[in-house]
């Protein structure tokens, strides 16, 4: 990692500059995706300033401090920059953690010859509205119909929910990921 020192008005001793290296060094053990940072150090009568910009992997971090010690001013702007690093670290791994969570029901086999088809009905497959197709299905007193939507030129199913709603079910080519 590169860390760039500017100093304004503060004499940037040989101490001081390996003192600051070291320092926003150490914060790279907590992230490892930093490409460079940039310390800024701003004296002031009796006061100093250190602000610390640090450059990682599509995420910019800042932090400042000040107080009349500069390396007290350095020390704590990089523990508010450690505190923003681990922060978006565990924001990072807790994103992750959710999207690798897989919601798997247990399995259950079935019995292959415990499956009897008692009827095989061959059911002529009509153009119709959605609307139309809810009609036919309550006409014949089924929880389900299917046909063809005279719209999009799709085989659809038409359905009976539990609280007396009707649903539909539209086939759609895409791969879905089964875990």
Request: hydrophobic residues 40%; proline residues 3%.
């Amino acid at each position: 990692m590169t860390v760039h020192i500017v100093a304004r008005h503060i004499k940037l001793t040989k101490t001081l500059k390996e003192s600051i290296q070291a320092r926003v060094e150490k914060v790279q053990h907590y992230f490892d995706h930093i490409v460079w940072a940039q310390v800024s150090l701003t004296g002031e009568k009796k006061t100093c300033k250190a602000e610390i910009v640090i450059h990682a992997a599509r995420q910019t971090f800042k932090s400042s401090a000040s107080g009349d010690d500069i390396y007290g001013v350095v020390e704590g702007a990089a523990g508010k920059m450690e505190v923003q690093i681990k922060k978006y670290k565990e924001r990072i791994k807790d994103h992750r953690d959710q999207e690798s969570m897989v919601f798997a029901l247990p399995e259950t086999e079935m019995p292959v010859s415990d499956v009897r088809f008692s009827v095989i009905k061959q059911v002529p497959v009509q153009p119709m509205s959605a609307e139309e197709a809810a009609f036919e299905m309550e006409r014949l007193g089924y929880d389900f119909w299917l046909f063809l939507d005279s719209k999009t030129k799709q085989i659809n199913l038409v359905f009976k929910r539990q609280d007396n709603t009707y649903g539909i079910m539209q086939p759609v080519k895409r791969k879905v990921d089964v875990a």
